[in-house]
Structure formats: structure tokens, C-alpha cells
């Protein structure tokens, strides 16, 4: 029996919009934004099992014959490509006498630190034992169990993703004065969306959230938005929040332009800062797909829509992150409502 595939999409991509209100006469959605619904939600992602699994930053950062240096909640930790490709991991700090590993040359798929040669290929060494490591092909993970105290497992917490075959993905990263948790809870506030980001979203309506209807924590965030293109050009979507794990927040369009697109949002703890600050970096992932015919010629042009969606990314991330540092600042100081 021959089956049919699925007809590529041929509907319009971009949408003409009604003449929209001004920015200050939109619909008000601080009722709908329930501190107590935000805390809630927050309070579930927290509960969730992370397997003590950090995100390092981008695949693309580790280069073969580069080792790359990242601390993560106080904890050095280096990575590398060994000679086969694959990453390995471990303390940032040489065993021998101190040295930072990250500066250390990589010969043969072997770490060497620049102080001494001692040589490192990934297996326990002179005292020095390896983190378990992960390259999902998009980001890198670590695993560390003394700072996350958790079940360990062997893998990240799964998110289901688009074939990474037919996805055209861009990474962006920042880094915050505040804790992953004011990260999360910025995500778990899609109401601010229009008002906060004008530039980028109109026309959104959270149409969903846990506690009202039949939703639950695990369902999210369902909100109906439109993307702003140019002038009063937009594309309409569904999107999906969801918290796979603790400091992970992930949106998925399940309806409209690029369905099954997946943009993730990772917030990983670093080192203190100026006066003992808590420092988070923020990994977002852009997974973007779409049906229709153009798209695989689309994607030859990779690196130049990669720095466009990067471009994105960081002018939402740079109102977020002022979002967030101001719930830490907030928080502190215990004048945080809610």
C-alpha cells in the first residue's frame, strides 16, 4: 500500500497584522501573572532530578587541540578532544602543583600542563580523576556529584529535540549576577513577554498554565504568540514551556511556522564574583526546523542566519538578564513580592 507523505507546508509564512494598539494600551497581564503560580511552577522545576549534569557551553567551543576551561560553582573544571574526537574532563587544576589545566596544550589527544608536561588522556593520573562527560552534538555537558548531591546517571535528562540532520541550531551564552533559580523564573513568566520585549513579541496570550483548567506542572506554559518580523509583519505560533530539570527551561512550537522547533534554556552556576556575587551563565539553544520545501536550501546558509538567530537571542537575553538581576538583588534584600 502506498502511503502519502506528508504535504510540505505551502500557507503563508508571514502574516499582515491588524493595526496594533500602542505599547501602553495592550491588554495588562500582571493579574494573569500570579506570583504565587510563578513560585509554584519554579518550586517543581527546583524538585526535579538534574543527574548532577552542567552545561559547559557549545559543542563548537571545544576544539580539537584546545582545551577549554569553565568554573562551575567553584569548581574548576577542564575539558578536551582526545585523539578520537570525543571530550574528556576533569579537575582544572594540575595535581602535581596547582597549575590551571586550561592553559595546558593539547598533543596527540593528551592534556599537558605547561609546567611540568605532566600528561593527561582522560584516565585517573597522578591523583587526578576524570568527570564524567557528555557532547549531545548541540551543547557539553559535566557531570559533578559533589556539587549537585544527587542520583547520578549517565546521561543529561533527556529533552526531545528535532534530528539534528535536518535542524539548523545556534547557540548563544551570557552571564548574570544572579543564581539559576532567577533564570528559571524568568522563563516561568511568559506574560512579560510583550511588555518587556516589544522589539520581538506581540499579540501573546498565555493560554495555558498549571493550576488553571487541567493543567498540570508537567503541561507548563501554553502561549499563543506572534514573533515580529518587520514593521507589522509577524508569525503567529504555539509554544510550549516545560522544566525537564532543575536549571532547565524548554520551549517547543507544537503549532504554526517551525513547528517542532526547540529553543533551550540552560542556566549553570560559575564562580563568585565582586563581593562574593553569584555569577549564572545562561546557555540558550535554538533547534529551529520547518516543512516547507525552501528550508533545506535555507540551511546552506548557515553561518550567517546562526549569527543572525545569536544576534536574537542576545538582545532578548540582554532585557533577561537585567529581569533576573534584579529578582536576586530582590530576593536579598527580602523585598521580593510573592
Request: aromatic share 6%; with cysteine; hydrophobic share 40%.
Amino acid at each position: 500500500m502506498n502511503r502519502r507523505r506528508p504535504r510540505a507546508r505551502t500557507g503563508p509564512l508571514l502574516h499582515l497584522r491588524r493595526r496594533p494598539p500602542a505599547w501602553p494600551e495592550q491588554p495588562a497581564t500582571w493579574r494573569a501573572a500570579a506570583p504565587g503560580l510563578i513560585a509554584g511552577a519554579l518550586k517543581h522545576a527546583l524538585a526535579r532530578p538534574s543527574g548532577n549534569w552542567y552545561v559547559l557551553g557549545p559543542s563548537r567551543d571545544l576544539v580539537p587541540g584546545r582545551a577549554l576551561g569553565r568554573t562551575i560553582g567553584g569548581r574548576e573544571v577542564v575539558v578536551w578532544r582526545t585523539a578520537h574526537g570525543r571530550p574528556a574532563a576533569g579537575p582544572g587544576s594540575c595535581p602535581h602543583l596547582g597549575a590551571p589545566l586550561k592553559d595546558g596544550a593539547v598533543h596527540r589527544g593528551a592534556l599537558i600542563c605547561r609546567w611540568h608536561g605532566l600528561a593527561l588522556d582522560g584516565t585517573p593520573c597522578a591523583g587526578w580523576s576524570p568527570y564524567p562527560v557528555h557532547d549531545d552534538g548541540v551543547l557539553l555537558w559535566v557531570r559533578l556529584d559533589d556539587l549537585g548531591r544527587e542520583e547520578p546517571t549517565d546521561r543529561p535528562v533527556p529533552t526531545a529535540r528535532p534530528p539534528l540532520a535536518r535542524a539548523l541550531s545556534a547557540v548563544h551564552t551570557a552571564v548574570g549576577v544572579c543564581e539559576p533559580e532567577d533564570i528559571v523564573a524568568n522563563r516561568l513568566d511568559p506574560w512579560h513577554g510583550a511588555w518587556f520585549h516589544p522589539h520581538s513579541f506581540v499579540d501573546l496570550a498565555v493560554v495555558g498554565a498549571p493550576g488553571r483548567g487541567t493543567a498540570t506542572y508537567d503541561d507548563g506554559f501554553t502561549v499563543d504568540v506572534s514573533f515580529k518580523v518587520a514593521g507589522r509583519l509577524v508569525v503567529p505560533v504555539r509554544a510550549v514551556f516545560t522544566t525537564p530539570g532543575p536549571r532547565t527551561v524548554v520551549m517547543r512550537i507544537t503549532r504554526g511556522e517551525g513547528r517542532g522547533s526547540v529553543v533551550e534554556t540552560h542556566a549553570t552556576p560559575l564562580a563568585p564574583g565582586a563581593a562574593g556575587r553569584p555569577r549564572t551563565m545562561v546557555t540558550e539553544a535554538v533547534l529551529a526546523v520547518s516543512d516547507r520545501p525552501g528550508f533545506a536550501v535555507t540551511r546552506r546558509a548557515a553561518p550567517v542566519l546562526r549569527r543572525l538567530m545569536r544576534a536574537a537571542a542576545g538582545r532578548l537575553w540582554r532585557d533577561d538578564l537585567a529581569y533576573a538581576e534584579r529578582r536576586w538583588e530582590l530576593r536579598g534584600s527580602g523585598r521580593f513580592p510573592g
